[in-house]
């Protein structure tokens, strides 16, 4: 499941979710024993002695083997009309009842062989009396009538999956022109029971077949081949999708609408992609490197993709950033983009992200939501594999550190518990930062420890081993165990069985030929373990960016090493690969971080002495290296922290139209619009801020040069803006929100409402953190107009978040009322609340 929805979670609930950077990185500036596991509880010791928390496996009953439904929709009603087979055995133990998940339904009739079967139902678990005794050499089957209402059940949710319906009708009447008709579902955790009856839970699997009845118009998708497609008399079409290879239900998946279907085979397999019709052309593309992905994480893995095809759909408000549905990926509407848009903000991690839970996740199933890491704690790292190969070693490391930085983030609102996590309090708090982020950097660790060859290898034998079944730590640790012989438990405990990180307080001290380097971890002991082990690599630079290395194992609460040197010392890292999941504190000097700069080859290390060196009098020629630097974002970093001095204009000058990357153009742009301009120049520099906004291939420095032009020429900028108002993209709709706003122009204040009026999905919330300030300033008669606005957008068919964003700005709103507000705007205002949705 992708991470982005976590990251609008922490923008929307811990500050008004980014994802796997946990937002589009582009366009926002995620106790073993030995081999016995010990499944009881432990116990607690406080004075009461009662047991902790845990949530363990569901306990297997049945083994259901295949599912097959006959599904057709009531789009007014926003029903499933649905008949249901289900073949299953006992698991181990006889059974005389058979008890489902169904949530919400209507159950019209229960049978087994033509007879029909006495059940019990309330509303959540559908009970069905056997007519005898089953052993677990009987195979039952089972035909059940129902209609699903998920519209009409509690819609629940959490940061990560924002509601809980499991099949979404989206524009159902057709009532709103500017939105197509469709359907899709989102299962994960357990909500596929809400449109058919299942075990809805992660360690069940079976085979399944869909079959379809939708408007001729429409197109369809489900896990699985297309097996039929047949056209009936009244304007409808049945289509069959069958899947033979099990998996959870949890990935079943079904989805209606109006698109545009682009298919391509790559050695055999199908690939298919559903965009809206619009974006036709430019949907291999929203689905970037797809046909690479597959044979590149193949290969790594030797392990040929598994499933029947490979199809990827676009979802209007849909409740997550993305879902790993077997063979058929679900996606928010944010990744569909133009070819131009997609310059500014590629698909690549999210593809990626996604298309590796088919053997994690898909292939092999954590067993238990607290086991949820060995999903996607792997469908992470696979973002820093494919970036790596595709891009080097800089963008993955800059991936990298954007994890680290969502991790420590989470700790700070919500504090650290073990990777696997059997006391949460509810099955959803599982889908965060510790999952997603801290789950892939444990990997990095793990891949590092071994090393490439054998990192693989074990993978490839846990999979191979656990294929098709649900899994908990215990199965990976013990294939890397069998594969290199090494006794892990250490490395697990710490990791995945404790909480937290190393926290590491550096002191370096070089004096008579020899450096002494003081490593005390601080980390609480009361909360996390008081020592991690730490296998790192410690360098040791001299002035001229040489490096001395030694391998090292930190495995001290405070621990000192001492290396004879006599070369001319300049600086030292403890953890010169960038291995190590910690928080590293030290005593080097500005000038330090300077030749740190200049001489590490290491994206994370270089990053942090340009943060570490401001304010150093020499700092600008390490900044003015810095342009020079392959990497974009040092280059980037470098102008951000340049100071505005003439003799560097024409240096920005030149990056501005001619750097290979659509960040450092706008950057620099940016920059010069800082600086004071010549006068005599400023006809010259709107001819070539025009010529961006026209050619740049990238919207990115388009907008900045717009920004530019009204700081030069407000009059000229706002024309722009005007003509720019329908842009095609809506490629400068929040730059012309920003100039209306700046130029104080009352003859903009429609346009400005207008924005918030047809804002849709996250475009909304940053449409909303622009004018809200704005409006809290106006008349209290505009006050509430934006408040009727808000109103509306709640009123509309989107993703939830919006209702909290609505309900949050209107109560800003009255509570900017001035103290002569009419009555009757008070009054509208409490009217409004009344009504706007929890």
């Known amino acids: 499941m992708q991470k982005l929805i976590l990251a609008l979670a922490a923008l929307f609930i811990f500050g008004c979710k980014t994802t796997k950077n946990t937002i589009l990185e582009s366009s926002v500036d995620e106790r073993l024993l030995d081999t016995l596991m010990v499944t009881a509880p432990k116990i607690s010791k406080n004075k009461t002695y009662e047991l902790d928390p845990f949530n363990p496996s569901e306990e297997r009953k ?39 998940d169904a949530v919400g339904f209507d159950i019209k009739r229960v049978k087994m062989f ?30 059940i009538d129902y209609v699903a209402k998920p519209e009409e059940t509690p ?64 197109a369809t998708l489900s896990n699985g081949r297309l097996v039929s497609s047949t056209k009936n008399n009244d304007g409808t079409r049945t289509d069959y999708w069958k899947q033979d290879k099990p998996h959870a239900p949890y990935l079943f998946m079904v989805g209606v609408g109006e698109y545009a279907v682009v298919t391509e085979k790559v050695n055999g397999l199908d690939l298919m992609y559903y965009v809206e019709p619009k974006y036709k052309e430019d949907a291999k593309l929203i689905f970037n490197h ?89 469908a992470n790292y696979s973002e820093y594999l494919w970036f790596e190969h595709k891009y080097g070693e800089d963008r993955a490391n800059h991936h990298r550190e954007n994890e680290i930085g969502g991790y420590l983030g989470s700790l700070q609102r919500g504090g650290a518990h073990p990777l696997i996590h059997y006391g949460y309090d509810d099955k959803e708090q599982m889908f965060d930062a510790h999952s997603y982020n801290k789950g892939g950097l444990v990997l990095h660790m793990l891949r590092d420890l071994v090393g490439d060859d054998a990192f693989y290898h074990s993978l490839n034998k846990y999979l191979t081993d656990n294929e098709y079944s649900a899994v908990e730590a215990d199965e990976l640790r013990l294939a890397f165990e069998d594969v290199t012989g090494k006794d892990l438990i250490w490395f697990f405990d710490q990791w995945y069985f404790e909480a937290g990180h190393p926290q590491l307080n550096v002191n370096y001290t070089y004096q008579n030929d020899s450096l002494q380097i003081l490593i005390e971890q601080t980390q609480d002991p009361e909360k996390y373990p008081p020592i991690f082990i730490l296998p790192t690599t410690i360098a040791i630079y001299d002035v001229l960016g040489n490096a001395t290395k030694h391998k090292v194992v930190i495995d001290q609460r405070k621990q000192t090493y001492s290396f004879p040197y006599k070369g001319d010392y300049a600086w030292a890292s403890i953890d010169a690969d960038d291995i190590l999941l910690a928080e590293v504190s030290s005593n080097k000097s500005k000038e330090q971080y300077g030749h740190q ?6 994206y994370r290390e270089q990053i942090l002495a340009l943060n570490e060196i401001e304010g150093m009098p020499t700092a600008d020629v390490v900044y003015e290296e810095a342009l020079n630097n392959d990497y974009y974002n040092i280059r980037r970093k470098a102008i951000n922290e340049l100071s505005k001095d003439e003799k560097f204009r024409d240096k920005i000058e030149n990056l501005a139209v001619n ?69 095609p993209d809506n490629a400068f709709d929040g730059t012309i929100t ?46 509430l107009k934006a408040a009727q606005i808000y109103l509306a957008q709640t009123q509309k068919s989107g993703p939830p978040f919006i209702k909290f964003i609505s309900r949050s700005a209107v109560n800003e709103l009255k509570s900017s009322l001035s103290n002569q507000a009419e009555e009757s705007i008070k009054q509208a205002f409490e009217d409004i609340i009344k009504v706007l949705p929890e």
């Open 62 to 100: 049945i083994d259901l083997i295949h599912t097959a439904l006959d599904l057709s929709f009531d789009w007014n009603k926003q029903h499933v009309i649905g008949k249901a087979m289900l073949r299953l055995r006992p698991y181990f133990y006889d059974i005389t009842q058979v008890e489902l």
């Open 114 to 143: 033509d007879s029909d079967l006495k059940y019990k139902y309330d509303g959540y678990k559908l009970v069905i009396e056997l007519e005898r005794n089953y052993s677990r050499d009987n195979l039952i089957e089972l035909d």
């Open 155 to 218: 819609a629940g949710g959490s940061d990560a999956i924002t509601s809980e319906k499991g099949l979404f009708f989206i524009n159902p009447l057709n009532a709103d022109p500017n939105k197509p008709q469709q359907i899709w579902t989102q299962g994960e955790t357990e909500n596929n029971s809400r449109w058919f009856p299942t075990v809805d839970k992660p360690n069940e699997r079976c085979s399944q077949e869909i079959r379809m009845t939708v408007e001729d118009r429409f």
């Open 290 to 378: 797809t046909p690479e992905m597959i044979a590149f994480f193949s290969e790594k893995l030797n392990y040929p993709y598994p499933w029947d095809k490979y199809a990827q759909i676009i979802c209007r408000d849909f409740v997550s950033g993305a879902m790993e549905n077997t063979g058929a990926v679900t996606f928010g509407d944010f990744v569909q983009r133009t070819k131009k848009q997609l310059v500014d903000a590629d698909n690549d991690y999210i593809v990626a992200h996604e298309l590796f839970h088919h053997w994690f996740g898909d292939l092999v199933t954590c067993e238990s939501w607290a086991n949820l890491t060995m999903n996607e704690g792997f």
């Open 597 to 602: 700069f200049l001489a590490s080859k290491n």
């Open 659 to 727: 750097d290979p990357h659509s960040i450092v153009r706008s950057t620099a742009i940016n920059y010069l619009k800082e600086m004071p301009p010549f006068t005599d120049r400023i006809p010259e520099i709107v001819k070539q801020m025009k010529t961006v906004i026209k050619n740049d291939e990238s919207y990115r420095p388009a907008n900045a040069a717009l920004s530019y032009i009204y700081s030069l020429l407000p009059n000229e900028g706002l024309e722009l803006c005007e003509k720019l108002e329908d842009h």
């Open 738 to 783: 920003d100039i209306y706003i700046e130029s104080k122009d009352e003859k903009y204040l429609p346009k400005l409402f207008q924005q918030l009026d047809q804002a849709e999905g996250v475009g909304f919330y940053f449409a909303s953190q622009k004018l809200l300030p704005y409006f809290k300033e106006r008349k209290d008669a505009e006050k």
